[in-house]
């Protein structure tokens, strides 16, 4: 069984700060690496894609990863109250079915 | 674009009665999952097509969960009889393959009591 890990926190960071939000997984073959939002009583939402060892940087956002420890993060840089929510690491099964392994998120709390 | 559709929203039952969710995916996505998010956990996987056929039922409760997807399109999920542990968002999503971004519908929440 793959496992994706993540502190489930709750993470409170100030308005303005930066947020770091951590994931390690146990398949040392995977390749597709998410970084899904969801709010309170809505559904996931897919706000970044990692696919090589490095950074990608969208806005405000800047996911990083590294295969060879396994951990893959999320910055969020002037982090704003609406970015409160849930941030689920979610890692890509390479074994021939076409699904996706979730951790069980980290609760972050933007205080104003 | 319209994204993925899921009824009921929201649904009490009792324990031992049945339910069932309705999922339409996105327009062209031959890739239909359902997932199970118990409070305060991620989403885990219970089932995955493939246009009409299952790719990946390994986690779905077969003795009492059961889903198809007759036409290729729109699914559903049944649950019969009820557990109180069953109580979790049915989440369903969808993607066009494989290897591409799976969108989620807003999910139909369930409380079993």
């Known amino acids: 069984q793959k496992e994706v890990e993540q502190n489930s926190g709750p993470l409170s960071?100030?308005?303005?700060?930066i947020a770091?939000?951590?994931c390690t997984y146990s398949d040392r073959g995977s390749q597709s690496f998410f970084?899904?939002?969801q709010y309170s009583g809505k559904s996931p939402e897919l706000i970044m894609s990692i696919y090589s060892n490095g950074d990608k940087?969208?806005?405000?956002?800047?996911?990083?990863?590294?295969?060879?420890s396994q951990y893959v993060s999320l910055l969020i840089r002037d982090s704003q109250p609406s970015d409160s929510a849930t941030y689920l690491c979610a890692v890509f099964d390479q074994t021939g079915a076409n699904n996706l392994f979730f951790g069980t998120g980290t609760r972050l709390t933007v205080i104003p | 674009e319209a994204?993925?559709?899921q009824s009921p929203r929201y649904k009490i039952i009792e324990k031992r009665q049945s339910v069932a969710f309705w999922c339409n995916p996105i327009s062209g996505h031959a890739t239909l999952y359902w997932y199970q998010q118990i409070l305060g956990q991620g989403p885990k996987l219970l089932i995955q097509f493939q246009n009409n056929g299952v790719v990946d039922d390994s986690q779905l409760p077969k003795d009492r969960f059961s889903a198809e997807r007759l036409k290729?399109?729109?699914?559903?999920l049944k649950i019969q009889p009820a557990k109180l542990e069953d109580s979790a968002v049915y989440l369903c999503a969808s993607s066009?393959?494989?290897g591409n971004t799976i969108?989620?519908?807003?999910g139909s929440w369930l409380t079993v009591v």
Request: no cysteine; proline share 3%.
């Open chain 2, 96 to 98: 066009l393959g494989y």
């Open chain 1, 13 to 17: 960071v100030p308005e303005g700060a």
């Open chain 1, 35 to 37: 970084w899904y939002r």
């Open chain 1, 20 to 22: 770091s939000l951590n």
């Open chain 1, 57 to 68: 940087e969208d806005g405000r956002f800047t996911a990083q990863l590294n295969k060879a």
């Open chain 2, 3 to 5: 994204g993925v559709a």
């Open chain 2, 103 to 106: 969108y989620f519908g807003e």
């Open chain 2, 72 to 76: 290729g399109v729109d699914s559903t």
